[in-house]
């Protein structure tokens, strides 16, 4: 493993996954979750939106649905050139484009709207920092899960796939 390509571990309920982030392409992404999850901002939060054939999303809120407090927003590197393709992560966003805090997503389809493609907000994409190395298998799984809506969000797993711990491998 390089300084560049740091990994991270997340034992969730369903399992491990491994991402190896970009800190060359994605470097403010890349140190920003590398701060949350050293602080353990991640661990006992869930993965709160799962939609099949699209992205599993998570690191904002807690099983019972609460929104964890989170530092200011950093800048969106979707111009980074890295793209929304199958098992990468990216950094979750509001429709305003420097909105990211704790929250990402990892692709589970080729996502191409998601990239990069304009200075508009509904066109500026979302920043990719990093990949699955392992545990696709798990992100598949957790893919999978019933969903229904629970406290104003939208494919919310019946059964919370709780993020239990994110260590980074160094």
Do not use: W
Not at 85 to 96: I, L, S
Not at 106 to 119: M, R
Not at 134 to 148: F, K, S
Request: glycine letters at 8%; proline letters at 5%; aromatic letters at 8%.
């Amino acid at each position: 493993m390089s300084d560049s390509k740091p990994l991270v571990q997340i034992e969730t309920s369903c399992g491990e996954i491994i991402l190896e982030l970009d800190r060359d392409k994605a470097p403010v992404s890349v140190e920003n979750f590398i701060t949350y999850a050293r602080a353990g901002h991640y661990d006992g939060t869930i993965f709160h939106r799962v939609i099949k054939g699209f992205m599993i999303q998570g690191g904002g809120l807690t099983p019972d649905m609460q929104e964890k407090p989170t530092g200011a927003p950093i800048v969106n590197e979707a111009t980074n050139k890295l793209r929304n393709k199958t098992g990468t992560v990216a950094m979750a966003r509001t429709a305003e484009i420097d909105s990211a805090t704790a929250q990402f997503f990892i692709n589970t389809e080729d996502n191409k709207f998601l990239d990069h493609g304009g200075l508009k907000p509904e066109m500026y994409g979302y920043a990719v920092f990093g990949q699955v190395v392992d545990g696709m298998d798990v992100v598949y799984a957790i893919e999978q899960q019933a969903t229904a809506s629970s406290a104003g969000y939208d494919d919310v797993p019946r059964e919370p796939v709780i993020i239990e711990t994110v260590t980074v491998l160094d």
